[in-house]
């Protein structure tokens, strides 16, 4: 079964520094890989996701991702952090693969919270 | 709608009690999701519908949970007998062959 380890749970990050935020993947197949982001009190809002093509995906709020097989890895990163980044950050698998090629079933990660610093 | 609708938004029931969670989806997605969050657990998966395939229930934490969605569309969350466990936010999603649009939720306390 596909599954999504997050190993970060709390990340502290200075305004204006780059992020990175890890997401590892396990899955029998190329994935489709998503991010969201849950803003305190907000509904859940897709950062980015990726099905094929270009490894490297680009977001919204500037953010973009990379998706590296040989690694299994899904990588979220933004060159310079603004206070109302702060939020959680989910990482996400679809199981395309036992539904017809369509999203299939949605398993998340345990979340990563950003907290930025001024 | 413009998004997917959730009611009600809050509900505070007695443990024992049954309670019954709606999900409006954005009309025309065939993809529809209830996952259950609960604090520093992230998103856990409940149940998926995907048109008229049989539902994955895997993700059901025992059989006091059920879902069903009819006609496709609406679909509703039942717990029997609510435990103070089953309290956290529960949050329904649709989609249609792309990304899963999310609706705000439903807290959901046991007291």
């Known amino acids: 079964a596909q599954s999504v380890t997050q190993p970060d749970i709390h990340i502290t990050v200075s305004e204006g520094a780059s992020l990175e935020l890890r997401c590892n993947y396990s899955y029998g197949a190329t994935p489709y890989l998503f991010w969201y982001v849950q803003s305190p009190g907000q509904g859940l809002q897709l950062l980015l996701k990726y099905f094929s093509g270009d490894t490297l995906v680009q977001g919204i709020k500037g953010f973009e991702a990379e998706f590296k097989r040989s690694q299994s890895s899904f990588n979220l990163r933004k060159p310079s952090v603004h206070w109302s980044d702060a939020a959680e950050y989910f990482c996400a698998v679809g199981d395309y693969m036992n539904y017809g090629g369509s999203q299939g079933n949605l398993i998340f990660g345990k979340g990563t919270k950003l907290s930025v610093k001024p | 709608g413009a998004g997917v609708s959730q009611s009600p938004s809050n509900k505070v029931t007695e443990k024992g009690k049954d309670v019954e969670l709606r999900c409006d989806p954005i009309s025309g997605h065939t993809a529809l999701y209830w996952y259950r969050q609960s604090l520093g657990q992230g998103l856990e998966f409940l149940i998926y519908f995907q048109g008229n395939s049989a539902p994955d229930k895997s993700g059901l934490p025992s059989d006091r949970f059920s879902a069903e969605r009819t006609g496709g569309s609406v679909s509703t969350l039942t717990i029997q007998r609510t435990q103070q466990e089953d309290s956290a936010v529960y949050l329904c999603?649709?989609?249609?062959?792309?990304?899963?649009?999310f609706g705000q939720g439903t807290r959901l306390t046991v007291v």
């Open positions: 999603a649709s989609s249609f062959f792309s990304e899963a649009f």
